[in-house]
């Protein structure tokens, strides 16, 4: 289930106080189309999450580690940018300048890469823990790392987290991505309280 950090001081969303998936709340003289980052777009939910914030007026960038996956959401009038979440901080930094750079800003990053590895805790070897933890947990710290120096100057932002009704309650079977999203489930708790600091910090400084 997604998880969402707000980065306004003031903890309200840049154009509305919720975050409606239907055109026809979105008249344009209501708000001003927001620009959405989303990763791990190529299928699944950050696939129909493209499809449907583009049908709601919105710009999007949709990101997946081949290009040629997400072709036709670049059709559907997305901006695509080739992006592996597992990519060292330097080249994530330098993906965050080129996706900024496509409409000038962001508005909303959502943090919806992942993968799902499944078997018993004595069945999984250690790579195959470290690979996913490396994607569903660091990925996912790492590009919001590389956002957050965008949304401090602009003092607005949101950061979305898909989470999992396997971060609360597991499975015998399920060992490395359950663990991987109980440990985002605690990130995401971690992430707010730090935020909640810098904005009291933030309105001291004016």
């Known amino acids: 289930m997604p998880t969402i950090s707000n980065l306004n001081s003031s903890f309200i969303p840049p154009h509305h106080s919720s975050?409606?998936?239907?055109?026809?709340?979105?008249?344009s003289f209501l708000r001003a189309p927001l620009t959405w980052l989303i990763t791990g777009t190529?299928?699944?939910?950050?696939?129909?999450?493209?499809?449907?914030?583009?049908?709601?007026?919105?710009?999007v960038i949709a990101t997946a580690r081949s290009l040629p996956s997400i072709s036709a959401l670049q059709s559907l009038g997305a901006s695509t940018l080739a992006l592996d979440i597992t990519s060292p901080q330097s080249v994530l930094d330098a993906k965050a300048a080129e996706a900024i750079a496509i409409y000038g800003h962001i508005d909303v990053l959502v943090n919806n890469a992942g993968r799902i590895v499944l078997g018993a805790l004595e069945?999984?070897?250690?790579?195959?823990?470290?690979?996913?933890?490396?994607?569903?947990?660091?990925g996912a710290i790492n590009v919001t790392r590389a956002f957050l120096p965008h949304f401090r100057e602009r003092k607005?932002?949101?950061?979305?987290?898909?989470?999992?009704?396997?971060?609360?309650?597991?499975?015998?079977?399920?060992?490395p991505y359950c663990s991987s999203k109980f440990a985002l489930e605690g990130?995401?708790?971690?992430?707010?309280?730090?935020?909640?600091?810098?904005c009291e910090l933030d309105s001291w400084d004016g």
Do not use: C
């Not at 975050?19 to 008249?27: A, C, D, G």
């Open 187 to 198: 990130l995401f708790t971690l992430f707010l309280l730090f935020f909640i600091s810098w």
């Open 156 to 175: 607005s932002g949101t950061v979305v987290w898909i989470g999992s009704v396997a971060g609360w309650k597991g499975a015998a079977a399920g060992g």
């Open 123 to 138: 069945n999984v070897d250690h790579e195959t823990w470290v690979g996913q933890f490396e994607t569903n947990v660091f």
């Open 42 to 59: 190529s299928s699944g939910l950050g696939n129909t999450l493209v499809q449907r914030i583009l049908a709601r007026g919105d710009n």
């Open 19 to 27: 975050i409606p998936l239907n055109k026809s709340t979105t008249n």
